[in-house]
């Protein structure tokens, strides 16, 4: 499996920023530059990995909707102790969706997996044990977001789980400024400069949209969920369980 290169993308002064995508040249960094960007990361993929021990069932799907390079859909193929089930992952880069074989490929397991390339908005959810958007729902129109969380809930078995990562804004707007300054230490700690943190934030301006995080739990209620809870915060980036 080829290693991941340094994440230089933002590195040198770019007369214009273009609107951020997930494209070859992201790809090739992509592992560098989340680990770098997204605290907590590794600690989320672990557990995604154990919530499934937990979730999922026999003869049932699970989705990793949004799965980049396949670190979630890996980290459940590792964990599962089901029998007769299957990992639906998609992503609509088509970048993304060839690397994600290949590191599918890389790894042996019981469970088999196909990853899909399109929109996961279009996507049926059917007999679900487990689904995850692990850092995806920010990058969907906002206007879709509780139709997509609604598909989710119809689409898994009682007492299925949907497991949500997201970057958050805090509703206190004093609050909110301490977490995203500690979000920027975090990101100088990891040796990004001041230029490469003011490009790749330009960049995300227009196409990653935030919620807070009763805005989350408000519109999972609506989609169905009975449950749901954080288990995971660092700054301003938290994940939650949601049990049907």
């Given at each position: 499996?080829?290693?991941?290169?340094?994440?230089?993308?933002?590195?040198?002064?770019?007369?214009?920023?273009?609107?951020?995508?997930?494209?070859?040249?992201?790809?090739?960094?992509?592992?560098?530059?989340?680990?770098?960007?997204?605290?907590?990361?590794?600690?989320?993929?672990?557990?995604?990995?154990?919530?499934?021990?937990?979730?999922?069932?026999?003869?049932?799907?699970?989705?990793?909707?949004?799965?980049?390079?396949?670190?979630?859909?890996?980290?459940?193929?590792?964990?599962?102790?089901?029998?007769?089930?299957?990992?639906?992952?998609?992503?609509?880069s088509?970048?993304?969706v060839?690397?994600?074989?290949?590191?599918?490929?890389?790894?042996?397991?019981?469970?088999?997996?196909?990853?899909?390339?399109?929109?996961?908005?279009?996507?049926?959810?059917?007999?679900?044990?487990?689904?995850?958007?692990?850092?995806?729902?920010?990058?969907?129109?906002?206007?879709?977001?509780?139709?997509?969380?609604?598909?989710?809930?119809?689409?898994?078995?009682?007492?299925?789980?949907?497991?949500?990562?997201?970057?958050?804004?805090?509703?206190?707007?004093?609050?909110?400024?301490?977490?995203?300054?500690?979000?920027?230490?975090?990101?100088?700690?990891?040796?990004?400069?001041?230029?490469?943190?003011?490009?790749?934030?330009?960049?995300?301006?227009?196409?990653?949209r935030?919620?807070?995080?009763?805005?989350?739990?408000?519109?999972l209620?609506?989609?169905?969920?009975?449950?749901?809870?954080?288990?995971?915060?660092?700054f301003?980036?938290?994940?939650?369980?949601?049990?049907?």
């Open positions: 499996m080829k290693p991941s290169e340094p994440d230089l993308i933002f590195s040198n002064k770019q007369n214009q920023v273009k609107d951020f995508t997930f494209d070859a040249q992201v790809v090739e960094v992509f592992p560098d530059m989340i680990s770098r960007s997204v605290p907590g990361y590794n600690t989320i993929i672990d557990t995604i990995g154990r919530l499934s021990q937990r979730f999922v069932v026999d003869n049932s799907n699970i989705y990793d909707l949004g799965c980049s390079l396949g670190a979630a859909t890996l980290a459940m193929r590792k964990s599962i102790k089901a029998d007769n089930c299957k990992i639906i992952g998609v992503d609509n088509s970048a993304m060839e690397r994600c074989k290949m590191h599918v490929n890389a790894f042996k397991g019981k469970t088999p997996v196909e990853i899909i390339e399109g929109n996961i908005l279009d996507i049926a959810i059917e007999n679900a044990s487990m689904v995850v958007l692990n850092f995806t729902l920010q990058f969907i129109e906002p206007k879709t977001r509780l139709a997509l969380i609604t598909k989710i809930a119809e689409g898994l078995k009682p007492g299925g789980l949907l497991l949500l990562s997201e970057k958050i804004s805090a509703e206190d707007g004093v609050c909110n400024e301490h977490l995203v300054d500690l979000h920027l230490d975090f990101k100088r700690a990891n040796g990004y400069s001041e230029l490469e943190i003011a490009q790749k934030r330009t960049a995300l301006e227009k196409v990653m935030i919620d807070s995080l009763p805005e989350h739990i408000a519109r209620e609506n989609a169905g969920f009975s449950h749901s809870t954080p288990w995971f915060q660092c301003n980036f938290f994940s939650l369980i949601a049990i049907k």
